[in-house]
């Protein structure tokens, strides 16, 4: 018994070595396949994401239920530049901040100048979360003003119909046209 | 040694001498100047006393405050602040912004929910418009939330003009029809109606400028800016030729603090009433006669109606301009001016003067 007994161990632990050592390599074969799967998965998902958003070149970008359903115009536009600084938002005084666009398209509406100037709500604040108890409906995706930057603007006009209240324009004494009330920003850059 | 010894007490008699002598000198000046300080004082408030016994008979005024249940309400006193007393009571609502009518038999003001924040600059689009009379009985709703807003009595009293987006609209409060309409031309708060009817008074987009305090032509509608740059809460003089209000001038190192001046409405000449560092300075408004200056002297912008109030502060108009504290960039800038008296007044917002005698006040 003394005898066989280290032998009988000695098979029992090699057959268990050989087990672990197969299903060892099963679980390693189906840990490769998850991630290879995992890997399409998110490389798919991102393929999509990215053609949702830019679906289909630059009249595409940007484009949102929003966008396209608020105001009487909607463009696309390049941000000229920003003149001078932002007033603080701290909450305390609210205002609109006139920008300049070159306008690359058209999308609605009737807009005919190349070059148009557009009052942005309290322009420090995300598009995301500008609406407040006296605008609720203004909105939008861009996160903060930057100079060249790409916009897809719904707009009304003339401002004075829809917004009331202190206007920071400095372009005063150089516009030629009316200025257009930001209802929807989205960001509409090229990829 | 004994030579040295009598030089030695003699140097130090005389040095005790003078060191007593001196320090009497020192002690004297001191309570002199203590002395100074305190007639000072005692001048002082003596002076504010006699402003307070001055007015405290010249009517009522009716401002907003917060009540102890944490609403605003609105309230009563006399000029001297003496009397106040509650007259909306309405816990579960909040009442501010009062204005009585030219006659001051009535009031307008606005009723908002319990806890909505007023917005400072804003307040005229907020709430609901109710009328009532001057000691806050039968208040009456006039429209619903957000309708005839900024509100203003026409000198007769059997009218308001209302601001707003559709422009300048004159209604009449036994139709309430709409009887008069015109372009806002860029004022977008605080419109007031000039107590002779000709003129309007409000803070307008002028000139790219930011918070223009302009006066519009009742009948044409033309603008004239009174006072550019960051101004707000105009009012008018009683004589409808010049306006008060508020100013935070350019300049000022960070900032600012905000004061409170007065302009003819023609726009050609400007004048500081009050100012004082550390304090803005808002709610101006005048007495009935135009004697009298009421205002709010708050250490936080806004603070007076987004938080819980300011001390208010009464002052002759022929005192001005005062400026008070130390306010050492101030006086520089205004080296010719009064440290008062100014007469303490309670907590508040908006406060509004009348001369008349309100029913069922004492």
């Known amino acids: 018994m003394t005898d066989e007994v280290p032998h009988t161990l000695e098979s029992s ?26 890997v399409i998965a998110v490389i798919i998902g991102v393929a999509v994401a990215l053609v949702t958003k830019n679906p289909a070149g630059p009249t595409e970008r940007g484009r949102d239920d929003k966008v396209t359903s608020l105001g009487s115009a909607e463009v696309t536009g390049k941000l000229i530049e920003i003149r001078g600084k932002f007033l603080p938002n701290d909450g305390l005084y609210n205002y609109a901040f006139v920008l300049k666009y070159h306008i690359l398209e058209v999308h609605r509406g009737n807009v005919e100048a190349k070059e148009i100037v557009v009052a942005h709500y309290n322009p420090l604040k995300p598009r995301s979360s500008v609406a407040d108890e006296f605008y609720p409906d203004i909105g939008g995706t861009l996160k903060r ?26 372009y005063f004494d150089e516009r030629k046209g009316e200025i257009y009330w930001a209802v929807w920003t989205n960001l509409a850059n090229e990829p | ?28 000046a001191e309570e002199e100047r203590a002395g100074d300080s305190a007639n000072k004082t005692t001048l002082a408030n003596a002076a504010v006393q006699a402003l307070a016994n001055e007015v405290r008979s010249k009517g009522w005024i009716v401002y907003s405050a917060k009540s102890d249940k944490g609403d605003w309400d609105l309230f009563l006193m006399r000029p001297d602040g003496s009397g106040p ?32 924040t007023i917005s400072h600059d804003r307040w005229g689009f907020q709430g609901q418009l109710v009328l009532a009379k001057s000691d806050g009985s039968s208040p009456t709703d006039f429209g619903k ?92 003089f009683p004589d409808s030729e010049h306006v ?29 009433v009050y100012g004082e560092d550390e304090r803005h300075i808002y709610g101006g408004a005048l007495s009935p006669d135009g004697k009298y200056v009421l205002f709010t ?44 008296p100014v007469l303490p007044l309670p907590v508040c917002w908006e406060p509004h003067w009348t001369f008349a005698e309100i029913g069922g006040s004492r």
């Open chain 2, 1 to 28: 040694m004994m030579i040295p010894t009598i030089k030695s007490s003699i140097f130090a008699f005389v040095l005790t001498v003078v060191s007593a002598t001196s320090a009497s000198h020192v002690a004297a």
């Open chain 1, 13 to 38: 632990n090699e057959a268990t070595t050989n087990k672990t050592s197969a299903e060892s390599n099963r679980g390693t074969i189906v840990f490769r396949i998850a991630i290879t799967l995992l």
């Open chain 2, 145 to 236: 939330p957000s309708e005839f807003t900024w509100a203003a009595w026409s000198p007769d009293g059997r009218r308001i003009s209302c601001l707003s987006l559709r422009g300048v609209e004159v209604v009449d409060l036994k139709t309430k029809k709409v009887v008069r309409k015109f372009p806002r031309r860029g004022i977008f708060q605080q419109l007031f109606w000039s107590p002779d009817g000709k003129w309007y008074c409000g803070t307008a987009n002028v000139g790219g400028e930011k918070w223009t305090i302009v006066r519009m032509d009742a009948n044409s509608g033309k603008l004239n800016v009174v006072s550019k740059f960051q101004n707000c809460t105009p009012d008018w």
């Open chain 2, 297 to 340: 002297r708050c250490p936080q912008d806004g603070g007076g109606s987004e938080r819980g109030g300011a001390p208010a502060g009464l002052m002759r108009l022929s005192d001005a301009p005062i400026i008070a504290g130390e306010s050492q960039s101030l006086r520089k800038l205004h080296p010719n001016v009064k440290n008062g």
């Open chain 2, 244 to 272: 008060i209000f508020s100013n935070r001038p350019a300049g000022q190192g960070g900032y600012g603090w905000t004061q409170l001046w007065m302009a003819d409405a023609a726009g050609k000449r400007r004048n500081l």
């Open chain 1, 145 to 170: 003003f930057r100079a060249q930057d790409i916009h897809r603007m719904a707009l009304d006009v003339p401002i004075d119909d829809y917004y009331i209240g202190g206007i920071v324009d400095r």
């Open chain 2, 85 to 116: 007393r509650n007259i909306t009571n309405t816990p579960t609502q909040s009442e501010a912004a009062p204005r009585f009518s030219p006659d001051g038999k009535r009031l307008l003001f606005r009723r908002l929910k319990k806890g909505q």
